[in-house]
């Protein structure tokens, strides 16, 4: 096997004080294809890498503001879905790419289809694994057994009442942005248990007091973005459907029918509403981990990477 080139990583400094990092990897003259990591706040791993063939894509993995190394960590300052999206517009430009393949998971998969919608002329193709609509229904699934939170500071009780979820989630992103550390691990401790157990994880052996520093950064960006819904409004990514529906360039969805982190009932409405979308329903949960859900991402990718050219997009901005 031919080899190919190695990985190489640049920082991008914003005008707003962010430093975005973004790490290059696989043929400079193939396929290029963007991954969008999930979380939010999460970071792009190397390992994203083994979803492609390196011989013919050129694979770009960015960190989103505040996430993996892109610095400050953990800022949530100037952080919301248009930032985003002007970034991945700014990173384009400055490889000198006209048009990419977007791949995203979960959060990923919002930030794909949110960037889609705007900027339709950049997007060649779109994959998407594991899609959160970012809709209230998807909140309320995820965090209504948050609402039996027991702490002793004032925000985390006034989150444990009935309450909109929005407003839980503010009071949290408020307490993980002013409170004392001691407060923001404990709520990012119940965090991350929440998720290990959707997941179907072992918990950590570690309390509140050791989670790594990483993870609150995490659950702070986490909080301050779904509180506010993405930016994208009540319906969340559904609000954006009749963009979508004009849109010409192939999509398609892989999402896991055992997936407790983002039901597949939120793919199913977005469907609805963008019937050109292509669901492949995988015997799976939310995770890469498995070989059933890895694979069918590799063959959606090779799909995505071969399908025809749409017309060149401007390396301008879009609109």
Known sequence: MPETPASSRLVMRTLDGHRLSVRTMGNPQGVPVVVLHGGPGSGCSPAMADWVDLRQVRLVLPDQRGAGLSRPRGCTRRNGVPHLIADLERIRRALNIASWVVVGGSW????????????????????????????????????????????????????????????????????????????????????????????????????????????CCKYRIQAHLLARLGGLGPRGILALAAALRRWEGLAMAIHGMRDRVCPPAGLRRLQACWPALQVTWVEAGHTVAGPAMRDALRHAIEAAVSAPRRAQASVLPCS
Do not use: I
Not at 142 to 152: N, Y
Not at 153 to 175: C, D, G, I, K, Q
Not at 180 to 192: D, F, G, K
């Open 108 to 215: 990923g998969a919002t930030l794909a289809l949110a960037y889609a919608a705007r900027c339709p002329g950049a997007v060649r193709a779109l994959v998407l694994r594991g899609t959160f609509t970012a809709s209230q229904a998807d909140l309320r699934y995820f965090f209504a057994p948050r609402r039996r939170l027991k702490s002793r500071h004032s925000v985390a009780r006034r989150s444990a009442v009935r309450a909109p979820v929005t407003r839980v989630l503010h009071n949290w992103a408020h307490a993980f942005q002013f409170d004392t550390p001691t407060v923001a691990h404990r709520l990012a401790a119940a965090w991350q248990a929440r998720e290990r157990a959707l997941l179907e994880m072992p918990s950590p052996m570690t309390g509140p007091r050791r989670l790594r520093p990483a993870a």
